[in-house]
């Protein structure tokens, strides 16, 4: 049974942990070392390895601080580069290449569309699962058949964004980044729509916006449009 726990989420800082029950993973580092090892419950070295989508420091914060406790690193050479981290627990991933393993973990990599170079999604697969982790991007190109669990950044709504523009609570300038960057809730919805659930077992809302967001409504009109069991991080 795959277990998914939330360490952080948003903008502030990103950490996943999923297990199968005997052996962890991490996804992202984006919060300092010392919350990580709380999370984890102070098992650090029963982790397997963490995967970091890209270099945002929300999302790789801890990323050498892990390395230098032991624990391997997953990321593209453009995030390694970026974070200046080098050594025999780095392990670049290759979105071209098939598969990687990680433990009993299988993992393949893609990238996405964001404003760090090198950034990545990832499909995680284990035994009869299959765990999409899809976060800090505008949309993605591709589609997947038979997720069991999907983890999504649902970042933004569009309407609540137009009325902090025109409240003057955010900027134009950065509404615009928003959109370039990361998913409002129609576009989740829209990737929903396109892709295979019918073996999708639970949607994960991931990385949502402080302010631009509303957590109950996401979850609602996810639940409505899917049927399936929802979890906002």
């Not at 919060?31 to 890209?54: A, M, N, T, W, Y």
């Not at 390694?80 to 627990?89: C, D, F, N, Q, W």
Request: glycine content about 6%.
């Amino acid at each position: 049974m795959i277990d998914i726990k939330v360490l952080a989420s948003g903008s502030t800082g990103n950490c996943y942990r999923i297990s199968d029950g005997k052996i962890p993973l991490l996804i992202e580092a984006g919060i300092p070392i010392d919350r990580i090892r709380k999370g984890v419950d102070f098992k650090l070295s029963e982790i397997q390895g963490c995967l970091i989508s890209h270099a945002h420091m929300d999302h790789a914060k801890a990323a050498k601080k892990l390395m230098d406790a032991g624990i391997d690193c997953y990321m593209s050479k453009e995030t390694a580069e970026a974070l200046k981290v080098s050594g025999h627990r780095l392990h670049v991933l290759d979105p071209n290449q098939m598969h990687t393993n990680i433990g009993p973990w299988a993992v393949i990599s893609f990238e996405t569309e964001h404003d760090a170079e090198g950034s990545l999604g990832f499909l995680i697969m284990h035994g009869d699962e299959k765990i999409l982790f899809l976060t800090d991007t505008a949309y993605t190109r591709y589609r997947f058949n038979g997720l069991t669990r999907i983890m999504i950044e649902c970042n933004f709504d569009e309407d609540i964004i137009r009325e902090n523009v025109a409240s003057g609570v955010l900027h134009q300038s950065l509404k615009s980044r928003i959109y370039a960057n990361h998913m409002s809730i129609d576009r989740v919805l829209d990737f929903l729509k396109a892709n295979d659930l019918s073996q999708c077992r639970e949607i994960w809302l991931l990385h949502l916006s402080d302010s631009n967001s509303d957590a109950e409504a996401f979850k609602r009109r996810v639940q409505e449009a899917t049927g399936k069991i929802v979890r906002v991080a």
